[in-house]
């Protein structure tokens, strides 16, 4: 890996954060008081269907997509990387769109690692691992990793409020 995509990756986590915006059919966090993550609960599918929509954005390099999807005040905490807000989150990633171009980079959730809980009277945390590949040298170079994403829902809207990213 080049060291330019690897230190922004590295910076923003492995892009360990979902977005969204609101669903067709948002779920109100305090309607959901199941515990069993696996289950395919309303809010399970939901936080799902997120993370689906926020890794399309992410691996077509949809930056304008990708920014509505957070909530302003983010905090995004990287185990080796430390911590960025909104703009310096938004910023690492059109650096990191820019120079991956050429090799492909894209994220895939590793199946069966997706956790989901209800947060009462605020929303959700995702919890999950997630696998990096891109082309290097003319193979794929790959890393999975752990994440945890905190959602917040407001004026029917799902936005990631808070990521944590680690086992880097």
Request: with cysteine.
């Amino acid at each position: 890996m080049k060291q330019s995509i690897l230190t922004v990756l590295v910076w923003l986590g492995m892009t360990g954060f979902v977005f969204g915006q609101s669903p067709a059919s948002p779920q109100s966090p305090a309607g959901n008081t199941s515990t069993t993550t696996k289950e395919p609960t309303e809010l399970f599918s939901t936080i799902s269907r997120l993370d689906s929509q926020l890794f399309e954005a992410f691996n077509t390099r949809n930056l304008e997509r990708v920014k509505t999807m957070f909530a302003k005040d983010v905090e995004f905490y990287h185990d080796t990387g430390g911590v960025a807000n909104y703009d310096q989150t938004i910023e690492n990633l059109r650096n990191l769109f820019e120079q991956s171009k050429t090799n492909g980079l894209r994220r895939d959730l590793v199946k069966g690692s997706l956790e989901v809980y209800p947060i009462k009277d605020f929303g959700a945390i995702q919890i999950g691992q997630h696998r990096f590949c891109h082309k290097e040298n003319g193979r794929d170079d790959c890393g999975t990793f752990k994440f945890v994403h905190i959602w917040r829902f407001k004026d029917g809207e799902w936005k990631i409020s808070r990521v944590v990213s680690y086992g880097h």
